[in-house]
């Protein structure tokens, strides 16, 4: 029973919604324990999906239920902490659509029908704008707004994909269920122009949610204007749930032979990418916005990596581990950021170092993280990129990527540099508490961990989730 | 029964142009319950669809029940609570939306001819209309300037992408488990939209998306 991995948050999630506050706050941190415990469980193969109609334990769905579910249960108690101290309207609300979003994550992370897989994208994008609009400011509303509309009809061109791929099914005289496994077994003889169609429709469908530029429109809106925990989420964690399908779909390509189609598609889109986030960088106003531009960056470099397949493929999915790791940290320090100074400009922050001297550790170690220093994941994982770029020779690819990084650490280095070091005049409106700095700590501490020690069966896991694309360690 | 789904289709067609011409809110409503009726009754009348089961008929009530009456319930609803001013305001104005509408067909038209589709049952007819209506609802989207209206354009959207589902599958395919899960979000969709809308007309005594552009870089 490996769907209790998102009936357990359904369940408490409208416990959540209907109970006061404080018994939420409690729900909420139980259910994510609860939900830990059966990840682990689906990774040690004691539960299973007993609806394999439509579910399956894929490793690549392993992989991103298990970053989903440690991202959460730190989010959670930051969550905590952070209600005690902002003053939230509706917080029941709030707490219940955070435990209804861990739900339709999981369901994404889990789904192998492809329909299943659309239906749960898209109820993640409807359960999640609740929490990008908890402050009802103007601002609030035009992100939400720009979220659910753009983010729907990306995920409705998605299910035309998906309409496309059924399409080549037909064509082909292919009788077999609407599953990614099982049409991955049957994929040579699915007609090729229809899953070529299906599958551009599907990268720009789930694309947009991804981030990828340039249907990014929605994100630095949203992730700015969201409350911390819920970019801390957004970025950590729901980012993955669409990338997973963009990452079937590409499998079911290269098991159909079309591997160098779909692989250029995705290193075009994650070149933009990465290109478009080291344009809006340099001069960017608000600490959130850039953060969130570093995660279309980084979206931008895992679509890269599987594109350009062999080591890159094992690059790309620690940088997906790492990245959700550093983000959610990173974003979690900017809710105490905007605790103490009351704003989300640049200008109107300064001194980090004096005034939020623990805040400012953890911003700054996690902006070196992301930027690709040592001993942080993302350094390695950048690292088997270029390796694998350069052993298949893409040289152009190569130079675009790494300006684009160096110009994206330059730009951020400056905003990081101004908000630590600058002057500032004002007095702190919230001090630091503990509970809200451990979990940013916790989360930069396990991404350096697994920069030095990796768990066998992690490795293991992305090893044969990258197999199927043809990816490994010595390609 | 071919021409009744013709008959059909080319409804769909003509609502598709009436949309876009459409200058009054309650009328563009209107509008869009007819074309949700008549797209989720069209799959009855095609041919490759013809041995109707038990099952599928409860589908296409839900179907009914959801496109042609809980949907524009809520959309009617949140016409009168915002109290907006009935006129559309468009971007694009109305006889350059119907001209881009006609292009749109003759575009579509253009499009399946060179698909060279293998269509059950031969309905070219069948993958225009749907390319058109995916499109108008595109159009729609873009060229007017309510929040409402771009909720609108979006049904229509999805308008489209149900008849391409229809178009392109075979029985054999289609899970209604799956379409259920499909319509269930469409609603819950338009309801979180229609909570959205109410908060945008609250907050800025409106419901015009010009308002809407304090973010940018």
Redesign the interface.
Known sequence: MLELVFLIPIFTGIMAAFLPAKLGRGILVISALLHLQMTVLGWMQIAKPSMDKYFSATPEGLLVLLVTSVVFLLISIYSVGYMQESETPKEPLFLGCMLFFLATMSMVALSDHIIVLWVAVEATTLVSAPLIFLHRTKEALEATWKYVLICSVGIALALLGSFFITLSMDLGGVHVPLRFSSLIEVAAQLDPIWLKAGFIFIVIGYGTKMGLAPMHTWLPDAHSEAPSPASALLSGALLNCAFLGIYKAHSLLYAANLGSYSSNILIIFGLISMVIAAIFIVNQTGYKRMLAYSSIENMGIIAFGIGIGGIATYGAFLHLIHHSLIKSSLFLSTGNILLGYGSKLINKTGNMARLLPKTFIAYFAGFAGISGFPPFGIFISELLIIFGAFKSGRHVSIIIFILCLAVIFAGGARIVMRMSFKEHDGEILVKEKMLRLFPSYALLLTSGVLCIWMPDSLYQTIISAISTIGGGING | MINLADALLAFVLLSVLLSLSSNRMMGLVNIMTLQGIVVSLVPLFLEHHQDIETSSLLMLQIMLLVKGMLIPGMLYMAIKKVSMRREVEPIIGYHASLFAGLVMIIASAFITDRLHL?LPGNHALLMITAITT?AAG?FL?MARRK?IT?VIG?LM??NG?YL??TA???E??T?YV?EF??L??LL??IM??GI?IN??SR??DDVD?S?????K?
């Open positions: 293998n995916l595109l989207m929040a771009q979006y959207m999805e992408i391409i589902g392109l599958a075979k054999t395919h899970m799956v899960g499909v269930l979000d819950v969709g979180v939209m959205v908060n945008i907050t800025f998306t308002h809407l552009a304090q973010l870089d």
